[in-house]
């Protein structure tokens, strides 16, 4: 009986201390699939992790021996299974409109099942719990490594539609209000008889042309929704956990720059997800950094794949070239795009279709981290300057941001992200996340929770740039860049040694390729990147051999620059 009662003490340690910190599951080295291969394909990209694998098999983890496997379960693309395990109740679980009318999945209005659309179903309704919870046992059961969940926002995804109105979410909207401290309480009267459904139905027969967007309870809605889906997400983690009788690390398709998907980080260990990448634009972007940054500002890595429309795009136009400079971005970042050997596809008029990508264009980039995986793991992101905001900014300015960011990227200024949270996203600021660089731009002060302002009110003002404009006159970079065409530098650094990523930028459509550039000089500043006294850098590529580069007098002139170069630097040991 001893022996029990302390393993299950030591269980509940282990399972509270997964929650405080996220796994350490990914390495910045990593090559990631998206979807299962076949060994060899495996082998030839150098494969370490997969992300959203199937139920295992004993065929498929033999197949993925050394791999680490995750197993997906879905939220809103399993209706056909959902149907098959409850054929004769599956329509209790079905998320439901202000008129009682279930809605499809708009992305998946192609799929059919015995006649029937994919309906969204809701994750407050016990059937569907059931199911998804099953699913996380089963998974684990079979022998996965982890769970990746997909649309992890379940119910709260749909908010955008304007669901859920069904009975379940209705009835625990009233026990949400009536939790609420008096002082944050809407007035609706009695919260124990609030009908929110038939709220809204009276107020948009008043004026046709309102949605319910506009109402001014929706905010209070919305937040009790992705609470609720954050909620569900934790208790799919304890599930896992318990399941297996030790912490499982667990990922989500958290699409970092589409509103509030960081609402349940803090059950994730890292995010596996879809970031649009602009395809279209034929050119390459710099708003998936962004994503990147704001994992790093969570404490979560982030291992990326481009949209459906943006992989429709790159199929039909047949540009692997524009891919290659996502790849590059990726491991520059500190994180990764995952290998794109079969990606999903999506336009309204095609549907779901399917990119195979060319292994001689990609599969050498991966092997390229591989080989040199010590210029990957344990560096982390060098930034001149911290970008300030809240949750609450992100949520109504992600433009704003995001341009922010790229004008700073396009000026040779490497950036970092503090983040502050708001009532759905629970990321209070820390001083620490305050004190990485010297210089700080603060955006809209004014959103961030009253505990974050008073924090921000006890900085240097010396230390906030007024404006981008400000920032940008006042500031010299620890690489400073002269290039006849577009560059991007993304330093990252570890004691005694920094790594420059040099991402030629100038891609030219009509070619599927960047314009070579013969000489790009690098002015730097040694002590700020923390290998003061360096005399020589090591240039590597995955086109070329590494070869040696004399630093005069803290500039360095890097010849021929093709897609990715990398620039290894190491303090001068006396």
């Known amino acids: 009986m001893r022996i029990r009662a302390l393993a299950s003490v030591l269980l509940s340690l282990a399972l509270a201390s997964a929650e405080a910190a996220p796994l350490p599951e990914l390495k910045r080295s990593d090559v990631v699939f998206m979807y299962q291969a076949s060994r060899q394909t495996y082998v030839d990209y150098g494969a370490t992790v997969l992300a ?17 496997f995750f197993s997906s379960v879905g939220m809103v693309t399993e209706f056909n299974r959902y149907d ?3 054929p004769d109740t599956y329509q209790q679980g079905l998320c439901r409109d202000l008129d009682g009318k279930p809605y499809k999945v708009p992305w998946l209005t192609d799929h059919q099942h015995k006649g029937m659309p994919y309906w969204w179903c809701c994750t407050r309704q016990p059937l569907f719990r059931q199911y998804i919870s099953e699913r996380v046992e089963q998974t684990v059961k079979a022998g996965a490594d982890g769970v990746h969940i997909d649309d992890h926002l379940g119910t709260a995804g749909s908010l955008w539609l304007g669901g859920c109105f069904c009975d379940r979410c209705v009835a625990e ?26 709220v809204l139905r009276a107020w948009l027969a008043q004026n046709p042309g309102r949605t319910v967007q506009q109402h001014p309870l929706w905010p209070t809605w919305r937040t009790y929704q992705l609470r609720g889906a954050a909620q569900f997400m934790q208790e799919l983690r304890a599930l896992a956990a318990r399941t297996a009788g030790h912490p499982v690390p667990m990922s989500a398709n958290a699409g970092l720059l589409w509103g509030p998907h960081l609402n349940d980080y803090q059950a994730l260990d890292f995010f596996s997800a879809e970031i649009e990448h602009h395809a279209a634009a034929k050119r390459f972007d710099d708003a998936p950094l962004l994503a990147y940054r704001l994992a790093d500002a969570v404490g979560r890595p982030l291992t990326s794949t481009a949209s459906g429309g943006d992989w429709a795009f790159i199929k039909e136009h047949n540009l692997p070239g524009l891919v290659q400079g996502w790849i590059a971005l990726g491991y520059a970042a500190g994180g990764s795009l995952m290998a794109p050997v079969h990606q999903w596809c999506y336009t309204p008029q095609k549907g779901t279709h399917w990119y195979a990508g060319p292994k001689d264009k990609f599969a050498p980039l991966y092997q390229f981290v591989r080989h040199h995986r010590e210029l990957f793991d344990d560096f982390h992101n060098y930034a001149d300057v911290t970008v300030v905001f809240s949750q609450r900014t992100f949520d109504r300015k992600q433009a704003r941001i995001a341009t922010i960011c ?8 490497s950036y970092r992200v503090a983040f502050g949270g708001d009532d759905v996203v629970d990321h209070p600021l820390r001083a620490t996340d305050l004190n990485g660089t010297e210089r700080l731009l603060v955006v809209e002060p004014k959103d961030f929770s009253p505990a974050d302002q008073a924090l921000l009110a006890t900085l240097d003002k010396n230390r906030c740039a007024a404006s981008l404009e400000d920032l940008l006159a006042h500031l010299t970079p620890a690489v400073r860049v002269d290039s006849p065409s577009a560059l991007r530098v993304l330093p990252r650094v570890k004691p005694g040694a920094a790594v420059l990523h040099v991402l030629n930028w100038d891609y030219a ?21 923390g290998v003061e006294g360096a005399r020589e850098a090591r240039v590597l590529s995955p086109s070329a051999p590494p070869r040696s580069v004399a630093i005069d007098r803290d500039t360095l002139a890097l010849p021929d620059l093709g897609l990715w170069t990398v620039v290894e630097l190491r303090r001068r040991q006396e």
């Open 52 to 68: 959203w694998g199937g139920t295992p098999t004993p065929e498929s983890l033999a197949e993925a021996k050394g791999i680490k």
């Open 84 to 86: 098959e395990r409850f």
């Open 173 to 198: 909207f009233r026990d949400y209000l009536k939790d609420l401290p008096a002082a944050q309480r809407p007035d609706v009267g009695d919260p124990g008889r609030f009908d929110y459904r038939e």
């Open 406 to 413: 790229a004008n700073l990227l396009a000026s040779a200024v």
């Open 509 to 529: 459509p009509e070619t599927d390729s960047v314009r070579p550039i013969n000489v790009a000089t690098l002015h730097l500043n040694l002590r700020a990147l």
